[in-house]
């Protein structure tokens, strides 16, 4: 006899096909741990008893990604041959997501079955052939793309317009059997969903697809302005509201700001309800502010108050474009003045998100007055000693951008925002001048040294809570003396309230974490969290550690494993104590001391100052730029812990490559770099933070350029800053301390030199080539000089000569880093030990001696 074919087959746990039961046993339960795949005849016979939900055809109203209109859509199938009405009405609809060479075999399959078989098209690709073999066909969209044809609101979409009892999923669509908001709200709108057992059979048998997460109302989704794809509120509040498809930023307001930034519920709002002002008698203006108010249910476009991030408390303001388009007018700059104003008082760093259009019409010059007056209380908060970080969003222009979003110690800005003082259209109308592609963007921002930093919105908790902890690290804002300094934060606290400690309302609220409530500063949970550990693992590199024991940086193995290209002029190559190349007169006078640490300091594969800071400053942030030209990559600031102590960071980087080494100038710094070293300098000595510069140049830069824009001023402002800085400096040359461009960052307290780093007035070529006419002279010149470490500890030069360890630092860079570590970590223990007038007396002493 012919035995029945299965109408679907049950897999094991391990993938196996477990044999179909005998009739006695099919009222037994399945295994727990089974799953059903199903033939495409099983589920017809299904979906005929499954009716879509009365709901299915009234979904959200998303037609941007359905813009075909119904008439439309049917005229262009009919135009490719496929006709809506000669399927009958009884048949249930299959929506089969597949496009691929066998997209229309399984159409067929499905037809064949018994479903009205929907296929899927985009209006690019409307021909496709595979679509002669659908009973139905329904538009995804204008323009084909990998992540629209997994986009679960296209998909469903789609379902609703072709009233498709059941979606097939196969190609590209797959992901889709994975996504629990899709699979909810298909259930939700009784449409069933399978996945394809196999991707290279997939008429083989189909899993059904489902969840036990409730369904989210059907209004909460959102469109990315960047690709057009909609997505599920609650998926994009726990991906910080980035389009997980393109990677767009979606404009935040500010509940959504608190419940992303701020520990959960820590907020709490100052000055909700400041009355209003029509200060021009504008008309028609009071009745356009209750218009907004109603539309947005905000009172204006600030909100102001207190909460904590990581345990820390802070005054925060968040910017609304949503209202006025952010426009300031007088509410806003008293709201922004009074939180300033309070925060002075209460000792208390302030962050401001901004994002605004710039100054309100209709307010006309008392708009304009609200950019003076939170400068000025701003400047109040400055003198105080006290923080201010500023993170521009999109979009901050205008008057907003000349005033308080460009006063931050440090300026942060998320990717792509809109940045600029003047509008783009107001610059073409007035002057006709065309604009380049990404001109006034967060990005353009940096590369012209106008910000601090861009940082993903994934990592701007992290980065906030890093730099408030930094900054708040020493209680007296002007002294190290003797009792004045009291730590209040440390870098492990932070770490561990990031990770375990507290958390915001969205990581909470849509499951990623359990709640724990917020903790006091200091007061971490004991409990960890796998979550929070996977949203700071992408920070590791910046916010930990690397210790003796850790893996070496990328940067450090390119250095130490091979030379990218030749090294300069009369260098030699020392690789495992072998030298390679080099000059006949080293050779020849293998007791030139002075000559060999020229070779050793010029060696490609010496560890670059870069290495050092990855190696013992924990937590370091770099932050950008001169804030008025551009951002000089030859100087590497920053700030981060050494030994448990907050430091600024400044050191002059050559690179570790031929392609970075080209990047960074080859180490030799243009007048932005040593001005931005001026203002970290500036910076360091408000919080009252010790400075450690890491000294590795042959020398500033000499060029045209470098002299239009002030070499020998630059230079000069840093000595001048230096010799006067009150916080305690230490210094260390790592390789090569060339002229007044590395001098610039050695007029210091205690100034150290590796053992084969050389300090010099000039180069050994160049000593030979102005005194001799030969520069072929260059290691008798570098014998001269005396340029070497220990001859310049005999001079007094420096105070201390460090061990590289049993070889040159190229061989072992992480003893020779231990040994940097330890002499500034113990000389700023010393240092921060002694009252600042006495600090400054003897760093005046030190160099008048000369």
Not at 112 to 132: H, I, M, P, S
Not at 244 to 271: K, Q
Not at 425 to 446: C, S, W, Y
Not at 471 to 500: F, M, W
Request: include cysteine; charged fraction near 25%; aromatic fraction near 6%.
């Amino acid at each position: 006899m012919k035995q029945r074919k299965q109408n679907y087959i049950t897999l094991s746990a391990d993938g196996a096909v477990v044999p179909q039961r005998s009739a006695s046993e099919e009222t037994a339960p399945a295994q727990e741990s089974a799953d059903v795949a199903y033939r495409l005849s099983r589920m017809v016979e299904e979906a005929a008893g499954f009716p879509v939900a009365p709901n299915a055809l009234d979904a959200a109203d998303m037609s941007e990604y359905t813009a075909v209109a119904p008439g439309e859509a049917q005229a262009a199938a009919r135009a490719e041959g496929v006709s809506r009405a000669a399927v009958p009405a009884a048949k249930p609809v299959a929506l089969v997501m597949a496009r691929s060479k066998s997209a229309k075999r399984l159409l067929q399959a499905v037809a064949d079955a018994g479903f009205c078989a929907c296929a899927v098209y985009t209006q690019d690709r409307r021909n496709e052939g595979y679509l002669k073999a659908a009973q139905r066909a329904v538009c995804l969209g204008e323009k084909y793309s990998d992540a629209l044809f997994c986009n679960g609101h296209a998909v469903l979409e789609a379902a609703a317009e072709c009233e498709a009892a059941v979606v097939l999923l196969s190609d590209e669509a797959l992901p889709l059997a994975e996504v629990d908001s899709f699979l909810a709200r298909a259930a939700a709108r009784g449409v069933r969903v399978f996945r394809a057992m196999s991707p290279d059979a997939p008429a083989l048998g189909w899993i059904l697809c489902s969840t036990d997460k409730p369904a989210a109302d059907d209004g909460t989704w959102r469109t990315c302005p960047r690709c057009g794809l909609s997505f599920d509120e609650a998926s994009l509040a726990s991906g910080h509201y980035v389009c997980p498809s393109c990677g767009g930023y979606f404009r935040m307001s500010s509940a959504e700001r608190i419940d992303d930034t701020l520990d959960a519920d820590s907020f709490v709002e100052w000055n909700r309800r400041v009355p209003e002002t029509d200060p021009l008698g504008f008309p028609g203006y009071e009745d356009k502010l209750a218009a907004q108010r109603e539309k947005t249910g905000l009172e204006e476009a600030v909100r102001t108050g207190e909460g904590r991030i990581a345990g820390l408390r802070v005054a925060v303001g968040i910017m609304e474009s949503r209202f006025f388009m952010g426009s300031m007018g007088s509410v806003v700059g008293e709201k922004l003045c009074r939180m300033v104003e309070r925060a002075t008082d209460e000792r208390l760093p302030v962050v401001v998100f901004t994002a605004s259009g710039g100054a309100r019409m209709q307010e006309g010059l008392v708009s304009l007055m609200q950019m003076a007056k939170v400068s000025c209380a701003l400047a109040r908060h400055a003198e105080a000693g006290l923080p201010y970080l500023s993170v521009l969003t999109d979009p901050t222009t205008g008057g907003v951008t000349a005033s308080f979003a460009m006063q931050g110690d440090v300026i942060l800005a998320e990717p792509r925002a809109l940045i600029g003082f003047a509008g783009q259209r107001v610059i073409k109308d007035t002057i006709k001048q065309e604009l380049p592609e990404g001109f006034q963007t967060a990005e353009f921002a940096l590369e012209h040294g106008l910000i601090d930093a861009i940082v993903e919105r994934g990592e701007l908790r992290a980065t906030l809570a890093h730099l408030l902890a930094i900054h708040l690290a020493t209680e007296d804002r002007g002294s190290c003396g003797p009792g004045e300094r009291s730590i209040l934060v440390d870098y492990q606290k932070v770490r561990d309230n990031l990770e375990h400690g507290t958390d915001t309302y969205n990581t909470v609220t849509y499951g990623m974490l359990e709640p724990e409530g917020g903790l006091p500063f200091g007061e971490a949970a004991a409990r960890g969290s796998r979550r929070a550990q996977r949203l700071l693992s992408g920070l590791a590199g910046r916010f930990e550690r690397r210790g003796s024991g850790a893996a070496m940086p990328k940067r450090l193995e390119k250095a130490l494993s091979r030379g990218g290209f030749d090294a300069e002029e009369g260098a030699s190559l020392e690789v495992n104590g072998v030298v390679v190349g080099g000059g006949a007169d080293m050779a020849a006078d293998p007791g030139n001391r002075a000559w060999q640490s020229v070779q050793l300091a010029r060696n490609v594969h010496r560890p670059t100052a870069r290495a050092y800071i990855d190696t013992f400053v924990d937590g370091f942030i770099e932050l950008h730029g001169d804030r008025a030209f551009g951002d000089d990559e030859a100087v590497v600031c920053g700030v981060g812990w050494i030994g448990g102590r907050a430091v600024t960071v400044i050191a002059q980087e050559k690179g570790a490559d031929l392609k970075e080494r080209i990047r960074r100038n080859f180490g030799c710094p243009q007048p932005e770099g040593y001005r931005k070293s001026l203002r970290l300098m500036r910076q360091a000595e408000k919080f009252g933070r010790p400075v450690v510069c890491l000294v590795d140049t042959q020398g500033a830069f000499c060029g045209m350029e470098a002299e239009e824009r002030g070499q020998g001023n630059a230079i000069a402002d840093n000595l001048l800053a230096l010799a006067g800085l009150r916080v305690p400096v230490v210094s260390v040359l790592l390789g090569e301390g060339g002229s007044g461009g590395a001098l610039a960052l050695a007029l210091a307290d205690r100034v150290a030199m590796q053992e084969h780093a050389v300090y010099s007035v000039l180069s050994p070529e160049g000593f030979a080539s102005i005194l001799w006419k030969d520069r072929t002279r260059a290691p008798e010149a570098a014998a001269v000089m005396k340029m070497s470490a220990a001859e310049a500890c005999q001079m007094g030069i420096v105070d201390a000569v460090l061990s590289e360890g049993p070889a040159p630092a190229h061989e072992n860079p992480e003893a020779a880093a231990e040994q940097v570590r330890a002499y500034v970590a113990d000389t700023l223990a010393e240092l921060c030990e002694q009252p600042i007038e006495e600090v400054l007396e003897a760093r005046y002493e030190r160099f008048a001696k000369f």
